[in-house]
């Protein structure tokens, strides 16, 4: 129903927003990974928004990216998963490390997100495979190994892109340990 906010931001009270459009205000809750790239008070701001009804409640949901949205729709898709553990996921992981995490089957990188346990994890892997490709942010290089995703995640990190860390992947060996992978991967990025 409602698909898109445009207008001021009028508050940050982590993870909730308030966006006033045009003298109606609008309280949004969003991912933390939406909530640290936002503009600063009284700035213009776009969220793309997911409207939940429900006969006790009514909530808003914002994301910067329709990568983010998108994710979260399928999140809450799965049995056990509402709106705010969903929330909790994505402001937890980033949608490519989710992305990842399930095309690598990577159960310790989901029960490290506040409120997923073990058996939470393994039904998102499950659920998930197969629906976060490269439209929902998956790395470029393909990880094989739980050293490459290491290496990965060290240079996300350190501030490079998942792009970027992907490509320097590419060009090293499949069987690269974490630190020469890392050392490899830092000198071909500072080129």
Not at 143 to 160: C, F, M, N
Request: proline share 5%.
């Amino acid at each position: 129903m409602i698909g898109r906010l445009i207008g001021v931001l009028a508050e940050k009270s982590p993870p909730l927003v308030l966006i006033d459009v045009n003298g109606v205000g609008y309280e949004v809750d969003v991912p933390m990974s939406s909530f640290y790239n936002l503009p600063g008070l009284g700035e213009r701001v776009t969220l793309l928004t997911h409207f939940v009804v429900r006969e006790d409640v009514q909530q808003l949901f914002g994301f910067l990216t329709g990568e983010e949205r998108a994710t979260f729709r399928q999140l809450v898709k799965i049995s056990g998963i509402g709106p705010r553990t969903a929330l909790s996921i994505l402001s937890g992981l980033s949608v490519g490390e989710l992305a990842q995490a399930v095309s690598t089957q990577q159960t310790a990188r989901l029960v490290k997100v506040p409120g997923i346990g073990k058996k939470t994890a393994e039904r998102l892997l499950l659920e998930l495979k197969g629906k976060l490709g490269p439209e929902l942010g998956a790395p470029a290089a393909q990880v094989t190994s739980d050293a490459q995703a290491d290496i990965v995640q060290a240079l996300v990190a350190l501030g490079y892109s998942e792009r970027d860390a992907a490509a320097a992947l590419k060009t090293m060996p499949a069987d690269i340990g974490v630190t020469d992978g890392i050392k490899q991967a830092l000198k071909a990025l500072a080129r």
